[in-house]
Nanobody, 118 residues
């Protein structure tokens, strides 16, 4: 069983930065990749970025490439999302996600709101 808790969201001006954290409980956290998704009002949830279990491999949606950086500290059971050069279109609820492939189970956090003002 894994529980994911996001934090770090808030209100920021366009061009500013925020760092989100996803703190996990559960002994399998370091065994699997972790993703960030986001959902803007009236839109479907979309993929933002992913990091492999080791942290060696990362993937980004084109819309955030070059501006967002994902990292993880398995000793702290935490994944981070550094968001720079924020745009209004980055406004959304950001969710942390992990899939336990062995258990065929998806885990989601409760989400953290990011609002970018112009």
């Amino acid at each position: 069983q894994v529980q994911l808790v996001e934090s770090g969201g808030g209100l920021v001006q366009a061009g500013g930065s925020l760092r989100l954290s996803c703190a996990a409980s559960g002994r399998t956290f370091s065994s699997y990749a972790v993703d960030w998704f986001r959902q803007a009002p009236g839109k479907e949830r979309e993929f933002v970025t992913s990091i492999s279990f080791s942290g060696h491999y990362t993937y980004y949606a084109d819309s955030v490439k070059g501006r967002f950086t994902i990292s993880r500290d398995n000793a702290k059971n935490t994944v981070y999302l550094q968001m720079n050069s924020l745009k209004r279109e980055d406004t959304a609820v950001y969710y942390c996600h992990q899939r336990d492939a062995k258990q065929a189970t998806d885990y989601w956090g409760q989400g953290t709101q990011v609002t970018v003002s112009s």
